[in-house]
């Protein structure tokens, strides 16, 4: 069987963008099979015309690939009209029926409205919060330091960090917005206001492609050529570390450990294998000054 | 929380609790809602499972009976008043509305 992986920049947030483009794909005989952290990966087949739907569901969790009996009883309802479980990504669900299937899975815009919020505030848009103060507190530590000795590298170092506040603020601030226009249109009287648009989408692209470009040219900045290499020496190594914390987590989720056994070790190791990388670094650098 | 979410119910809500005055599974809620509505009122099965959580989880409905993943519910006495509640609404609404069509308000 042929696949495809692709790379699909997204908000987790913007269930009709998602929607709309596996529909897309899926006329180009593209059909999502599996959801990885880093690629989608399709089968292709035949074109057909499909309606994929998104929705959230509360019980479920990235720190356990089981379904638990309530999943599993919202995925049997949703088979009975014709809807077949595709994947899923956190709380995120997505399913699959015929295009002509005029049964929508959710029909309440009020209570799928309520689901959505419950299902963010629990942890999406909380970890998009603290990535942003984070972000904004190292930011504003550095600005005094670029301002008293303005060099290149320190320059484009602080343009990354200002692009990361600029995406997860937009995310964040887009997501308010969609809440409060929601609520709006749903007190009087109207519909759920459509999430994600070819425009927030474009952003998203190009503050990426921003990055990307600014993280490849970093070393180059570096007066010292050495410096340059150790710019990149420690980028692999994060990569490397992000890498194998994800294995980590895929391996331990195949377990059936409980599903706070699953977080605790997943922490437990990242941070562990952090520290010691870190000491391991500060022990290298000291030797050599 | 949840007297601000059942202030009004919406369609939805008010013909799933409806339908749960005689002991019913999930899955034959919406066959009924669409008999009794002529196919005007539709409950998605997503709709369906999310509130009968929300339901049960108010206390508006028990569960009664589960075989194999087949679950059952039943109205619960603070169901009937909520869906009272709704029906006198909605019967106030509709008094409203034919007073002032004959002139009542005049």
Same mark, same amino acid.
């Given at each position: 069987?042929?696949?495809?992986?692709?790379?699909?920049?997204?908000?987790?947030?913007?269930?009709?963008?998602?929607?709309?483009?596996?529909?897309?794909?899926?006329? *180009? !005989?593209?059909?999502?099979? *599996?959801?990885?952290?880093?690629?989608?990966?399709?089968?292709?087949?035949?074109?057909?015309?499909?309606?994929?739907?998104?929705?959230?569901?509360?019980?479920?969790?990235?720190?356990?690939?089981? *379904?638990?009996?309530?999943?599993?009883?919202?995925?049997?309802?949703?088979?009975? $009209?014709?809807?077949? @479980?595709?994947?899923?990504?956190?709380? =995120?669900?997505? @399913?699959?029926?015929?295009?002509? #299937?005029?049964?929508?899975?959710?029909?309440?815009? &009020?209570?799928?409205?309520?689901?959505?919020?419950?299902?963010?505030?629990?942890?999406?848009?909380?970890?998009?919060?603290?990535?942003?103060?984070?972000?904004?507190?190292?930011?504003?530590?550095?600005?005094? $330091?670029?301002?008293?000795?303005?060099?290149?590298?320190?320059?484009?170092?602080?343009?990354? =960090?200002?692009?990361?506040?600029?995406?997860? !603020? #937009?995310?964040?601030?887009?997501?308010?917005?969609?809440?409060?226009?929601?609520?709006?249109?749903?007190? #009087?009287?109207?519909?759920?206001?459509?999430?994600?648009?070819?425009?927030?989408?474009?952003?998203?692209?190009?503050?990426?492609?921003?990055?990307?470009?600014?993280?490849?040219?970093?070393?180059?900045? $570096?007066?010292?050529?050495?410096?340059?290499?150790?710019?990149?020496?420690?980028?692999?190594?994060?990569?490397?570390?992000?890498?194998?914390?994800?294995?980590?987590? #895929?391996?331990?989720?195949?377990?059936? @450990?409980? &599903?706070?056994?699953?977080?605790?070790?997943?922490?437990?190791?990242?941070?562990?294998?952090?520290?010691?990388?870190?000491? !391991? =670094?500060?022990?290298?650098?000291?030797?050599?000054? | 929380?949840?007297?601000?979410?059942?202030?009004?119910?919406?369609?939805?809500? +008010?013909?799933?609790?409806?339908?749960?005055?005689? %002991?019913?599974?999930?899955?034959?809620?919406?066959?009924?809602?669409?008999?009794?509505?002529?196919?005007?009122?539709?409950?998605?099965?997503?709709?369906?499972?999310?509130?009968?959580?929300? +339901?049960?989880?108010?206390?508006?409905?028990?569960?009664?009976?589960?075989?194999?993943?087949?679950?059952?519910?039943?109205?619960? %006495?603070?169901?009937?008043?909520?869906?009272?509640?709704?029906?006198?609404?909605?019967?106030?609404?509709?008094?409203?509305?034919?007073? +002032?069509?004959?002139?009542?308000?005049?």
């Amino acid at each position: 069987m042929k696949t495809k992986k692709i790379f699909m920049l997204f908000r987790y947030t913007n269930f009709k963008d998602i929607e709309d483009r596996l529909n897309d794909y899926a006329k *180009k !005989g593209l059909f999502l099979q *599996k959801i990885t952290k880093y690629y989608w990966e399709f089968k292709v087949d035949e074109p057909k015309d499909l309606k994929y739907t998104v929705t959230y569901f509360s019980d479920s969790s990235m720190y356990d690939s089981n *379904k638990t009996e309530n999943q599993l009883t919202y995925i049997e309802y949703a088979n009975e $009209y014709g809807y077949e @479980f595709v994947e899923q990504l956190d709380k =995120m669900q997505i @399913f699959v029926t015929d295009a002509d #299937n005029q049964i929508m899975l959710e029909t309440d815009d &009020r209570e799928k409205f309520e689901n959505i919020k419950a299902c963010m505030g629990k942890s999406y848009i909380r970890n998009i919060s603290i990535i942003l103060i984070v972000f904004l507190l190292s930011l504003s530590s550095q600005i005094s $330091y670029v301002l008293n000795s303005p060099d290149t590298s320190t320059f484009i170092s602080l343009s990354i =960090m200002s692009l990361a506040i600029l995406y997860y !603020g #937009n995310i964040l601030v887009s997501y308010i917005l969609w809440c409060k226009r929601s609520e709006k249109s749903l007190q #009087n009287g109207g519909v759920l206001i459509s999430s994600g648009s070819k425009l927030s989408r474009l952003f998203d692209k190009t503050i990426y492609a921003l990055i990307i470009a600014l993280v490849l040219l970093l070393p180059l900045s $570096y007066s010292d050529l050495s410096e340059g290499v150790t710019y990149y020496l420690i980028f692999i190594q994060v990569i490397f570390l992000l890498l194998i914390s994800t294995k980590f987590l #895929n391996y331990i989720k195949t377990k059936n @450990f409980k &599903r706070n056994t699953v977080r605790f070790l997943y922490y437990f190791f990242t941070y562990t294998f952090m520290l010691l990388y870190l000491i !391991g =670094m500060t022990y290298t650098i000291s030797k050599f000054i | 929380m949840a007297r601000d979410k059942y202030q009004t119910l919406t369609e939805q809500m +008010f013909y799933i609790l409806l339908c749960l005055e005689n %002991e019913c599974c999930g899955i034959d809620i919406t066959k009924t809602v669409n008999e009794l509505t002529n196919g005007r009122v539709i409950v998605g099965p997503g709709t369906l499972y999310n509130l009968l959580e929300a +339901f049960q989880k108010d206390k508006m409905i028990v569960e009664t009976k589960v075989e194999g993943r087949k679950r059952s519910y039943l109205i619960t %006495e603070q169901g009937k008043e909520l869906l009272k509640k709704e029906y006198e609404r909605l019967i106030s609404l509709k008094s409203d509305y034919e007073k +002032f069509q004959n002139g009542g308000l005049v």
